[in-house]
Protein backbone atom coordinates (compact mmCIF):
# COMPACT_ATOMS: atom_id res chain seq x y z
CA UNK A 1 0.00 0.00 0.00
CA UNK A 2 2.00 2.96 -1.22
CA UNK A 3 -0.79 5.67 0.81
CA UNK A 4 -0.64 7.45 3.61
CA UNK A 5 0.04 5.45 6.65
CA UNK A 6 -0.96 5.58 10.66
CA UNK A 7 0.09 3.84 13.27
CA UNK A 8 -1.83 3.32 16.13
CA UNK A 9 -5.39 2.97 14.24
CA UNK A 10 -6.58 2.88 17.84
CA UNK A 11 -5.33 3.98 21.12
CA UNK A 12 -7.62 3.92 24.30
CA UNK A 13 -5.55 5.86 27.42
CA UNK A 14 -6.48 7.65 30.55
CA UNK A 15 -6.78 11.00 31.45
CA UNK A 16 -3.74 12.33 32.26
CA UNK A 17 -0.99 10.60 30.42
CA UNK A 18 0.49 11.12 27.19
CA UNK A 19 -0.08 10.21 23.71
CA UNK A 20 2.22 10.01 20.70
CA UNK A 21 0.76 9.45 16.75
CA UNK A 22 2.75 8.75 13.50
CA UNK A 23 1.95 9.01 10.14
CA UNK A 24 3.65 8.47 7.26
CA UNK A 25 3.01 10.07 4.03
CA UNK A 26 3.14 9.19 0.47
CA UNK A 27 6.88 8.97 -0.54
CA UNK A 28 7.41 11.77 -2.94
CA UNK A 29 4.81 14.18 -0.98
CA UNK A 30 6.93 16.79 0.90
CA UNK A 31 3.21 18.52 2.64
CA UNK A 32 2.14 16.92 5.62
CA UNK A 33 -1.30 17.85 7.52
CA UNK A 34 -3.12 17.27 11.10
CA UNK A 35 -7.46 17.01 11.12
CA UNK A 36 -9.05 16.29 13.25
CA UNK A 37 -12.59 14.62 13.34
CA UNK A 38 -15.56 14.38 15.99
CA UNK A 39 -18.08 12.27 15.47
CA UNK A 40 -20.93 13.96 13.00
CA UNK A 41 -18.33 16.31 11.87
CA UNK A 42 -16.13 16.98 9.20
CA UNK A 43 -11.90 17.25 9.23
CA UNK A 44 -10.94 20.45 11.30
CA UNK A 45 -7.71 21.40 10.44
CA UNK A 46 -4.73 21.36 13.03
CA UNK A 47 -1.30 22.39 11.79
CA UNK A 48 0.66 21.54 8.27
CA UNK A 49 4.36 20.94 7.33
CA UNK A 50 6.34 21.95 4.07
CA UNK A 51 9.38 19.34 4.54
CA UNK A 52 10.10 19.87 8.31
CA UNK A 53 9.45 23.19 8.87
CA UNK A 54 5.66 23.52 10.42
CA UNK A 55 4.28 26.35 8.73
CA UNK A 56 0.83 26.88 10.60
CA UNK A 57 -1.01 25.79 13.54
CA UNK A 58 -4.61 26.22 14.30
CA UNK A 59 -6.16 27.79 17.31
CA UNK A 60 -7.69 23.95 18.07
CA UNK A 61 -3.96 23.28 19.10
CA UNK A 62 -3.18 23.86 22.64
CA UNK A 63 0.21 23.83 23.94
CA UNK A 64 -0.28 20.22 25.24
CA UNK A 65 0.22 19.73 21.46
CA UNK A 66 3.30 18.91 19.47
CA UNK A 67 3.71 17.65 16.01
CA UNK A 68 7.07 17.08 14.26
CA UNK A 69 8.39 16.54 11.32
CA UNK A 70 12.36 15.99 11.96
CA UNK A 71 13.63 15.07 8.61
CA UNK A 72 10.80 15.63 6.35
CA UNK A 73 9.13 12.11 6.06
CA UNK A 74 7.23 10.63 8.82
CA UNK A 75 5.85 13.21 11.56
CA UNK A 76 4.41 12.39 15.12
CA UNK A 77 1.88 14.05 16.96
CA UNK A 78 1.53 14.31 20.74
CA UNK A 79 -0.61 15.26 23.38
CA UNK A 80 0.11 15.57 26.72
CA UNK A 81 -1.58 15.45 29.76
CA UNK A 82 -4.92 14.06 27.40
CA UNK A 83 -8.48 15.17 28.11
CA UNK A 84 -11.90 13.68 27.27
CA UNK A 85 -12.29 16.20 25.23
CA UNK A 86 -8.95 15.22 22.91
CA UNK A 87 -11.04 12.42 22.70
CA UNK A 88 -11.63 12.17 18.48
CA UNK A 89 -9.88 10.69 15.27
CA UNK A 90 -6.99 12.30 14.31
CA UNK A 91 -6.53 12.29 10.50
CA UNK A 92 -3.00 13.03 8.68
CA UNK A 93 -2.81 13.84 4.93
CA UNK A 94 -0.72 14.81 2.27
CA UNK A 95 0.11 16.66 -0.80
CA UNK A 96 2.73 17.37 -2.96
CA UNK A 97 3.96 20.75 -3.71
CA UNK A 98 3.63 21.50 -7.36
CA UNK A 99 1.29 21.37 -9.87
CA UNK A 100 -1.46 18.96 -8.18
CA UNK A 101 -0.32 20.57 -4.95
CA UNK A 102 -4.06 20.98 -3.86
CA UNK A 103 -5.07 17.52 -4.07
CA UNK A 104 -4.79 15.86 -0.19
CA UNK A 105 -5.04 12.77 0.26
CA UNK A 106 -5.84 10.71 3.94
CA UNK A 107 -4.32 8.02 6.01
CA UNK A 108 -7.25 5.67 7.95
CA UNK A 109 -6.45 7.95 10.93
CA UNK A 110 -5.73 7.02 14.72
CA UNK A 111 -9.02 6.49 17.20
CA UNK A 112 -8.12 8.17 20.52
CA UNK A 113 -10.49 7.58 23.52
CA UNK A 114 -9.49 8.94 26.60
CA UNK A 115 -11.49 7.80 29.17
CA UNK B 1 -13.82 34.03 8.82
CA UNK B 2 -13.27 30.74 7.69
CA UNK B 3 -16.27 28.59 7.39
CA UNK B 4 -17.93 26.11 5.29
CA UNK B 5 -21.84 25.52 5.35
CA UNK B 6 -23.41 21.93 3.66
CA UNK B 7 -26.78 21.37 3.23
CA UNK B 8 -28.43 18.90 3.52
CA UNK B 9 -27.23 17.01 6.52
CA UNK B 10 -28.92 13.83 5.55
CA UNK B 11 -30.28 13.03 1.64
CA UNK B 12 -32.16 9.38 0.71
CA UNK B 13 -32.67 8.53 -2.65
CA UNK B 14 -34.05 6.01 -4.64
CA UNK B 15 -31.40 3.86 -6.44
CA UNK B 16 -31.04 5.94 -9.99
CA UNK B 17 -32.19 8.99 -8.67
CA UNK B 18 -29.98 12.03 -8.60
CA UNK B 19 -28.62 13.29 -5.37
CA UNK B 20 -27.69 16.89 -4.99
CA UNK B 21 -25.44 18.56 -1.98
CA UNK B 22 -24.72 22.21 -1.66
CA UNK B 23 -22.11 23.66 -0.41
CA UNK B 24 -21.60 27.91 1.03
CA UNK B 25 -18.11 28.92 1.51
CA UNK B 26 -17.27 32.94 3.48
CA UNK B 27 -13.66 33.32 1.47
CA UNK B 28 -13.52 35.15 -1.79
CA UNK B 29 -9.81 34.19 -1.63
CA UNK B 30 -9.98 30.14 -1.55
CA UNK B 31 -9.48 28.87 -5.49
CA UNK B 32 -9.70 25.39 -4.56
CA UNK B 33 -12.80 22.84 -3.63
CA UNK B 34 -12.39 19.26 -3.29
CA UNK B 35 -15.85 16.38 -2.16
CA UNK B 36 -14.59 13.57 -0.08
CA UNK B 37 -16.36 10.40 0.32
CA UNK B 38 -16.03 8.74 3.65
CA UNK B 39 -17.42 5.15 4.58
CA UNK B 40 -18.01 4.22 8.14
CA UNK B 41 -14.04 3.24 9.88
CA UNK B 42 -12.86 4.52 6.65
CA UNK B 43 -10.54 7.42 5.64
CA UNK B 44 -11.58 10.29 3.43
CA UNK B 45 -11.54 9.70 -0.14
CA UNK B 46 -11.31 12.39 -3.32
CA UNK B 47 -13.84 11.75 -5.31
CA UNK B 48 -13.81 14.88 -7.34
CA UNK B 49 -12.51 18.60 -7.38
CA UNK B 50 -12.62 21.61 -8.69
CA UNK B 51 -10.43 24.92 -9.15
CA UNK B 52 -11.38 28.47 -9.30
CA UNK B 53 -10.88 29.18 -13.05
CA UNK B 54 -13.24 25.99 -13.92
CA UNK B 55 -16.95 26.50 -13.69
CA UNK B 56 -18.26 23.06 -13.55
CA UNK B 57 -16.55 19.70 -13.73
CA UNK B 58 -17.18 16.07 -14.83
CA UNK B 59 -16.44 12.53 -14.27
CA UNK B 60 -19.04 9.97 -14.97
CA UNK B 61 -21.39 10.14 -12.94
CA UNK B 62 -20.13 13.01 -10.51
CA UNK B 63 -19.80 16.50 -11.88
CA UNK B 64 -19.38 19.17 -9.28
CA UNK B 65 -20.26 22.67 -10.29
CA UNK B 66 -19.10 26.23 -9.05
CA UNK B 67 -20.10 29.79 -8.67
CA UNK B 68 -17.53 31.91 -7.37
CA UNK B 69 -19.64 35.24 -7.70
CA UNK B 70 -22.45 33.45 -4.85
CA UNK B 71 -19.82 31.51 -3.38
CA UNK B 72 -21.65 28.05 -3.75
CA UNK B 73 -20.69 24.50 -5.00
CA UNK B 74 -22.24 21.72 -5.11
CA UNK B 75 -21.65 18.07 -6.08
CA UNK B 76 -24.37 16.03 -8.41
CA UNK B 77 -24.07 12.31 -8.47
CA UNK B 78 -26.56 10.77 -11.15
CA UNK B 79 -27.73 7.42 -11.29
CA UNK B 80 -27.25 6.59 -7.96
CA UNK B 81 -26.50 2.96 -7.21
CA UNK B 82 -26.38 0.83 -3.35
CA UNK B 83 -22.10 1.54 -3.02
CA UNK B 84 -22.79 5.22 -3.14
CA UNK B 85 -24.13 5.35 0.39
CA UNK B 86 -21.35 6.99 2.39
CA UNK B 87 -20.72 10.68 4.06
CA UNK B 88 -19.58 13.02 1.70
CA UNK B 89 -17.80 16.12 2.89
CA UNK B 90 -17.17 19.41 0.35
CA UNK B 91 -13.96 21.58 1.33
CA UNK B 92 -12.94 25.00 0.64
CA UNK B 93 -8.94 25.60 0.60
CA UNK B 94 -7.49 28.84 2.88
CA UNK B 95 -4.26 29.22 1.54
CA UNK B 96 -2.78 25.67 2.08
CA UNK B 97 -5.35 23.94 4.67
CA UNK B 98 -8.48 22.80 3.85
CA UNK B 99 -11.93 24.02 5.64
CA UNK B 100 -14.47 21.13 5.58
CA UNK B 101 -18.29 21.37 5.82
CA UNK B 102 -20.00 19.38 8.18
CA UNK B 103 -20.99 16.10 5.77
CA UNK B 104 -24.14 15.10 3.90
CA UNK B 105 -25.00 11.13 5.10
CA UNK B 106 -26.49 9.82 2.02
CA UNK B 107 -28.26 6.41 1.71
CA UNK B 108 -29.14 4.95 -1.34
CA UNK B 109 -32.27 2.73 -1.47
CA UNK B 110 -32.58 -0.28 -3.35
Redesign the interface.
Known sequence: DTGVSQNPRHKITKRGQNVTFRCDPISEHNRLYWYRQTLGQGPEFLTYFQNEAQLEKSRLLSDRFSAERPKGSFSTLEIQRTEQGDSAMYLCASSLDGGRSYEQYFGPGTRLTVT | GEN?E?HPSTLSVQEGDSAVIKCTYSDSASN?F?W?KQELG?????II?I?SNVGEKKDQRIAVTLNKTAKHFSLHITETQPEDSAVY?C?A?Y?????????TILRVKS
Open positions: VQYPYKRPQLDRFASWVKLVFGAG
